[in-house]
Each structure stands twice: as structure tokens, then as C-alpha cells.
């Protein structure tokens, strides 16, 4: 083109991005971040979901850990513990465990009204995981004293000693056969001085465990001296949780 000859003028859009135009690019590049696959929602929704995940999976490791225990505890070539047994209740009335047991939980615990320190602080701790127990499964759990000291501890004995305690725990005597009968079932040791003659004060020796059975009568898990009363309560309350048929309800 000739020098000086003036430069023709393009009509139409100008060959750089105009402020407006810069704008609303920056805009829609600001609002895909806002909306893209890494906005705050979404991390939100992945964060919660894992949770969620987390909480199954240890949900579901505890139960599995609970079945393997009771199914250990029942399987095969196993010394069997527990079984029916008939003794006597805190009122002097008959106790069929094949009646007064059945269909329900029960947690025993054996013991003698004499015991200066551990029997009472277990039967406190026991009388803790029955409230605890009782606000999530009402009338679905049998707590149960069995007395290692029948000579002593008649079924008045028994009622009195454990008014202390919680209204809801059943006593049980019988005689020196019977009890020793009902701790070979539950493998419970226990013994007494030789010699021992009316009158005499004495301490009985025995194993200190809660037995947890089952609606069906089975051996479930023991709990041991060294479980909180709030650990107790949720092995049991988790147990009845698992329990896939129905638990008898006893009257208030």
C-alpha cells in the first residue's frame, strides 16, 4: 500500500477482548470453580459418606466379634456352661430355671451375704448395669444371686441382704448338694473352711464373674471384676441387640 495512503477501517468486533468481554470470562471461570467437582459441597458429601463408612464397618466388627464370642462359647468339644437347675428364691418359693429363665437374658452372679468387701462392691456394680440395661431393653434381662454359702444364707437371710442392693435381683438358696450341683454347671469354684461349726464366723472362697446367658439358656460371655459397670451394661445390652428371635418380658 502506497505511503500515506490511509489504513481501511474494519467494522465489527475488535481484534482484543474489550473489559466486558474480560468480565464475564473472569466470571464464568470463577463460577465453574464454584460449581466444579471440588466445591465445598462436595467435599461435604465425600467427607460425611466416609464417615459414615467408618462407622458401619466398626458397627458391623463388633457384632461380628460378639457372635464369634457367643458361638465360641457354645461350639463343639467345649465344656459346656450352665443348665437347669431348681433351687430356692429370696421368698422361699421354687426356682425352675426351665420356667423362670426361659425365653429371657439372665446374668447370674454367686456369691455369700457374709462377704466383707467384694460381693457387695459387685453386687453395686451389678445393680448398675440393671438400670443401664433395663432403660434400653425394660424387663428382658433376669439378674440373679445364687448364694455359695447355703448353711448361712437362708432365703430370708438372702431377702434382706439384698434390699441393699436393687429391687429386681433374685436370691436363690437350696442346700449344700444343690449349690454345689448349680457351680459345676457354671464352673464356678467355691469353699469353705473344714471344721466349720454352727456359729462360727468364716469367709468362703469363690470365683468372681458375672454369667451372661442366653434367651435359649446358653452360655453367653462372663464379665469380670476388672469390667466397668457402663462396659458391662453395653456387652449385654449389644448381646440382646444381636438376638435375632424374641426375649420374654417380665412383669414390672
Known amino acids: 500500500m502506497p505511503e500515506g495512503t490511509p489504513r481501511p477501517q474494519h467494522k ?12 464475564k470470562t473472569i466470571q464464568q471461570v470463577q463460577s465453574k470453580h464454584r460449581s466444579g467437582p471440588f466445591s465445598i459441597w462436595a467435599a461435604i458429601f465425600f467427607v460425611t459418606c466416609g464417615a459414615g463408612l467408618i462407622v458401619y464397618f466398626q458397627y458391623e466388627k463388633e457384632r461380628l466379634d460378639r457372635k464369634r464370642i ?3 462359647s457354645k461350639g463343639a468339644g467345649k465344656p459346656k456352661v450352665g443348665g437347669p437347675f431348681i433351687l430356692v428364691d429370696q421368698d422361699g418359693v421354687v426356682y425352675d430355671s426351665d ?19 467384694i460381693c457387695p462392691e459387685e453386687l453395686d456394680k451389678m445393680a448398675d448395669m440393671i438400670d443401664r440395661v433395663q432403660a434400653e431393653h425394660p424387663g428382658k ?7 455359695c454359702d447355703p448353711a448361712r444364707d437362708t432365703p430370708a437371710v438372702i431377702k434382706s441382704y439384698l434390699e441393699d442392693f436393687h ?33 462360727m464366723d468364716y469367709l468362703v472362697d ?3 464373674y458375672f454369667y451372661l446367658m442366653d434367651p435359649d439358656g446358653d452360655f453367653v460371655e462372663v ?9 458391662g451394661a453395653k456387652v449385654i445390652s449389644d448381646h440382646m441387640s444381636d438376638w435375632k428371635g424374641p426375649i420374654a418380658v417380665s412383669a414390672p
Open 167 to 199: 429391687p429386681s435381683l433374685i436370691g436363690l438358696t437350696g442346700s449344700w448338694e444343690q449349690i454345689r450341683d448349680m457351680c459345676k454347671l457354671y464352673r464356678v469354684y467355691f469353699s469353705t473352711p473344714q471344721g466349720v461349726q454352727p456359729g
Open 70 to 72: 457367643a458361638e465360641h
Open 12 to 23: 465489527g468486533a475488535s481484534a482484543f477482548p474489550t473489559q466486558k468481554t474480560r468480565e
Open 141 to 147: 434381662l433376669a439378674p440373679i444371686f445364687v448364694t
Open 99 to 117: 420356667e423362670r429363665m426361659k425365653g429371657k437374658y439372665a446374668l447370674i452372679y454367686f456369691g455369700f451375704s457374709h462377704c466383707p468387701d
Open 223 to 231: 464379665i469380670g471384676r476388672q469390667t466397668s459397670a457402663d462396659e
Open 206 to 208: 469363690h470365683s468372681i
